[in-house]
């Protein structure tokens, strides 16, 4: 039996796992990403980590090292000036690891690392063909073609959650307007309920009480669920919208599969129903029949770290 550590990179925490090849999770570590400023103390903490994990498990070899990070560069190994790090600029997470173990390193961003974990641990076991959304509090994507991912030329292709949707639309934090993340991330969401709160007179549902400042993805799609009007007319659109990207996707890459995951997914059909929808409405007609859309088989509290896991299988 052989084992990897996956590591995940968020703004707030980073999250380590020791992973068997089976895709079981022995053990888990975290550190918090927000206490670093610079990366040498921060590689050294996260080694630290890891040797632990690997001595209390009785491991003494594993196949490499396996990181989803924002801004992260499959090519070069660095974390490019990501913009929720407290810790700025290029990072050579590569070159500092390997100061501290000499085995492979694969760096990639996190949705590129879940759409791997997908396909080596989950519901894309055998397919060679799908595309994967993240859904949170921004939209990332992964692109899989000839059952590898898709890094192209800079190391950052598949960016679907920055394709502009609704030209000259609402502002995103990428700097440009319209982009897909704007319609249907968590934030989105939120901000598409305030708008049509404001434009429904008279509004009695149960978030009516609640500043716009407090709502969250969660609470709406709760009360989606229990029927209420403005809710389900949030996910409506929302799903019509995303159904448009999604059908947009598949033209360019012909997929088996679309895997969508991320909390926003969760509220089940007030999203999936307006989404298929959609999707069979814009969906360019030589592809009828040829993709569907599936959620992810894994577990979304292990994902993070499976699929920064599963990247050691690319070396």
Same mark, same amino acid.
């Given at each position: 039996?052989?084992?990897?550590?996956?590591? %995940?990179?968020?703004?707030?925490?980073?999250?380590?796992?020791?992973?068997?090849? %089976?895709?079981?999770?022995?053990?888990?570590?975290? !550190?918090?990403?927000?206490?670093?400023?610079?990366?040498?103390?921060?590689?050294?903490?996260?080694?630290?980590?890891?040797?632990?994990?690997?001595?209390?498990?009785?491991?003494?070899?594993?196949?490499?090292?396996?990181?989803?990070?924002?801004?992260?560069?499959?090519?070069?190994?660095?974390?490019?000036?990501?913009?929720?790090?407290? !810790?700025?600029?290029?990072?050579?997470?590569?070159?500092?690891?390997?100061?501290?173990?000499? *085995?492979?390193?694969?760096?990639?961003?996190?949705?590129?690392?879940?759409?791997?974990?997908?396909? !080596?641990?989950?519901?894309?076991?055998?397919?060679?063909?799908?595309?994967?959304?993240?859904?949170?509090?921004?939209?990332?994507?992964? *692109?899989?073609?000839?059952? +590898?991912?898709?890094?192209?030329?800079?190391?950052?292709?598949?960016?679907?959650?920055?394709?502009?949707?609704?030209?000259?639309?609402?502002?995103?934090?990428?700097?440009?307007?319209?982009?897909? &993340?704007?319609?249907?991330?968590?934030?989105?969401?939120?901000?598409?309920?305030?708008?049509?709160?404001? &434009?429904?007179?008279?509004?009695?549902?149960?978030?009516?009480?609640?500043?716009?400042?407090?709502?969250?993805?969660?609470?709406?799609?709760?009360?989606?669920?229990?029927? %209420?009007?403005?809710?389900? +007319?949030?996910?409506?659109?929302?799903?019509?919208?995303?159904?448009?990207? *999604?059908?947009?996707?598949?033209?360019?890459?012909?997929?088996?599969?679309?895997?969508?995951?991320?909390?926003?997914?969760?509220?089940?059909?007030?999203?999936?129903?307006?989404?298929?929808?959609?999707?069979?409405?814009?969906?360019?007609?030589?592809?009828?029949?040829?993709?569907?859309?599936?959620?992810?088989?894994?577990?979304?509290?292990?994902?993070?770290?499976?699929?920064?896991?599963?990247?050691?299988?690319?070396?």
């Amino acid at each position: 039996m052989t084992y990897a550590i996956g590591i %995940d990179i968020g703004g707030t925490n980073t999250d380590m796992g020791l992973v068997r090849e %089976d895709g079981k999770i022995i053990a888990r570590a975290n !550190i918090p990403t927000n206490a670093y400023t610079e990366l040498q103390p921060y590689i050294k903490d996260i080694m630290g980590s890891i040797a632990k994990l690997m001595k209390d498990n009785g491991i003494n070899v594993i196949e490499g090292i396996g990181i989803g990070a924002p801004n992260g560069n499959f090519y070069t190994g660095c974390v490019d000036n990501a913009p929720n790090l407290t !810790i700025k600029g290029v990072l050579n997470f590569e070159e500092e690891i390997h100061k501290y173990m000499q *085995v492979p390193v694969v760096l990639s961003n996190d949705a590129n690392a879940a759409a791997y974990g997908e396909l !080596i641990y989950g519901g894309a076991k055998g397919l060679q063909h799908f595309i994967m959304f993240t859904l949170g509090t921004g939209v990332g994507s992964g *692109v899989v073609v000839d059952g +590898k991912l898709v890094h192209g030329s800079t190391g950052a292709a598949g960016e679907l959650g920055h394709a502009i949707l609704i030209p000259e639309g609402r502002q995103c934090s990428c700097g440009r307007k319209g982009c897909l &993340e704007t319609y249907t991330s968590a934030r989105g969401i939120v901000q598409t309920f305030c708008e049509l709160r404001k &434009e429904t007179p008279g509004y009695s549902g149960e978030l009516k009480d609640v500043a716009d400042k407090d709502i969250t993805s969660k609470m709406i799609g709760d009360a989606a669920n229990r029927g %209420d009007a403005v809710a389900l +007319k949030t996910y409506e659109k929302t799903g019509y919208w995303l159904g448009i990207a *999604v059908a947009n996707s598949v033209t360019f890459s012909a997929p088996e599969a679309i895997f969508l995951m991320g909390g926003p997914t969760k509220v089940g059909e007030p999203l999936l129903k307006p989404l298929r929808e959609s999707f069979k409405k814009h969906l360019l007609n030589i592809y009828e029949g040829s993709c569907d859309i599936r959620m992810s088989e894994l577990n979304a509290n292990e994902v993070a770290i499976l699929g920064a896991a599963a990247l050691i299988k690319m070396k």
